[in-house]
């Protein structure tokens, strides 16, 4: 029987993209500069994954992803002509603590609490995720995230973290992600899994993540429709 | 500037004495049992700090207070005189799980969430903390107990750690307790203190922590002052 739900968050709760997207043309009204900003935020999200993978191969001691877009802001911003300062930057890092809910999101979420506890488990920061929380108003019951393990996603320790914190049975928790590499992770640790496609999440050219690659518990076409099919 | 509040949540936020009481006695009434409640409770609460030191000086491996309140009450239950099936000794355990927030709490926590990120910061289990949280509807943003440090207050560790994970300087956290020994560890890794004295923690004889033991940041009389004098 499911009685928590843990759920990736950047794409499968909140939509990240037009978000930054949103801020990013606001700062270019502001400092009437001409930015690309589509190209500048596939520019900084591409060093999302790299700076990651660093971490869990080793190579990079721990480092969160604030830390990680920071550090890639900084390289960017004079390529693209910025000059901002230092706490200019601070706060443009910070935009990945404002991103909106999908529409569906803080509603299924709402209804799915009554019932199941309610964790991200996200590769964000433990603080991003807390800050996220209270800026877009999600209602998790608790915070896990990558940081309690110290490595991230789809490393085993990430999972085995929130099932040791949540003090249940594997099978018990249920994994919720748009992303098919997750939810597999998720199921290698023993973990129910539900697929929530987001097919606009890097935009209309998106490519993957599109269906199911494997035969997931639940495939549900939103979070209302989750909460519905776990009889919520 | 304080940006964030840790609560001690046994006896700070959740009067568990009463609470505990009346199961133990609801229990006693099912099952026609004479059982000296208070006794019993004395008894039951008297594992909790040996079981704690025992993690900390390494003696025993990491352990949560649930299950030391589980072994406890295995060894208790038979010299009262109750017979319990496993199922009824789980439940029974789980009343740590379902604890009343003092009468000021609720509302006071609510004041302080506007303002502040809040979080406990106790020596519960983290399911335990997230549980009560869901029974008593406390609004904390995250969960941060013990078990993310795998030791125990006053360890300093279990300090740090909270502080690692909110990302903030020591000074901008504050913890509030109704336990001097609490303050001191906190006020000892550089966090802010508040006391909020609850002087029927333990009952009407208490002696102990009936007043501040050193010149805290804050010492409020309940919760809601507590709000008023941070300006919330």
């Known amino acids: ?5 843990t759920f990736d968050t950047y794409g499968t709760v909140v939509d990240w993209r037009t978000s930054v997207l949103d801020e990013l043309r606001a700062l270019a009204d502001r400092k009437v500069l001409r930015l690309d900003s589509v190209l500048f935020l596939d520019e900084w999200k591409a060093a999302y994954r790299p700076g990651m993978d660093d971490v869990n191969r080793g190579t990079s001691p721990w480092t969160t992803v604030d830390a990680i877009y920071r550090r890639r802001l900084v390289e960017l911003l004079p390529k693209h002509g910025v000059s901002l300062a230092t706490d200019e930057i601070d706060a443009l890092t910070r935009v990945w603590w404002r991103l909106r809910p999908w529409p569906d999101a803080l509603a299924g979420l709402c209804r799915l609490k009554r019932r199941y506890i309610l964790s991200p488990l996200s ?24 940081e309690n ?25 249920m994994m919720v992600a748009a992303h098919n590499y997750d939810l597999a992770a998720a199921r290698g ?21 599109l269906a199911p690659a494997q035969a997931w518990d639940v495939v549900a076409a939103d979070f209302e429709d989750l909460a519905t099919r776990l009889g919520c």
């Open 123 to 146: 590769n964000a920061s433990f603080i991003g995720m807390v800050e996220l929380a209270r800026w877009a108003g999600l209602p998790w019951d608790c915070v896990i995230t990558a």
């Open 189 to 209: 640790e023993g973990m129910a899994t539900a697929f929530v496609p987001r097919a606009l999440e890097y935009g209309p050219g998106q490519t993957t993540d």
């Open 149 to 173: 393990a110290r490595c991230y996603k789809p490393r085993p320790e990430v999972y085995r973290t929130a099932i040791t914190l949540l003090g249940l049975a594997p099978a018990e928790i």
């Open 1 to 5: 029987m499911i009685r928590a739900l």
